[in-house]
């Protein structure tokens, strides 16, 4: 009964998490050349799971398997009113990096408008790089592309590097998840060069 009054009160830590470190990357990391896939920019769930970007993003209780074992008052307790505030804060987060492209692409919604614009730009995304890989797109086509592969990386690596900066109280587990999305960005960089620069000789040397 406990967990069913949870789910109805707050989304989950991982699916909060999960939007900003493996949503906007996972259909990235296919190698050059494979068929493009449709492009995701991590739109939240909608429902239960899904919050506004005001939302303290993590201000949930621990549900693991060993709470129930706690005695006396502690077990009978709200979950929710005794859990410690949450150390990451989306409102804060974004007083300070207010242009972040996480905010528009990645942040939790469940505005149906902004879950359709965005799934209209991925789609757009997706027909771009099929161009690419087709090589049908020009030269000017592809820069522009993989310009905004680039700024998108950048943004969501300078939002984990934030979070490890300034808050040394998150959970192990969600720093090392914030660890794992600033590693993926930083490759993908490097990643995003190298396929520029295959795009645009494939291009020449048709």
Partial sequence: MQNDQLGKRAPTLGVIIGVIVVGVVGYWLWPAGDPPRREVHSVAPTGSAAVSPNTNLAS???TAAGDSAISGS???ADPIATAPPYPV???ALRAQIPNNRYWNLGAPTSDPAI???RAA???????DLGRITANEATPEEIRTYYAERRAISKDYLELAELVLK???TLPERDRGMFELSANLHRG???QIDRDQSDALARIEGK
Avoid: C, G, M, S
């Fill in 89 to 91: 804060k989306l409102e």
């Fill in 74 to 76: 502690a077990a009978t």
């Fill in 115 to 117: 879950a359709k614009l």
């Fill in 60 to 62: 949930l209780p621990n």
């Fill in 166 to 168: 300034q808050i040394d």
């Fill in 121 to 127: 730009r991925a789609e757009q995304d997706n027909r």
């Fill in 188 to 190: 993908r960089l490097q």
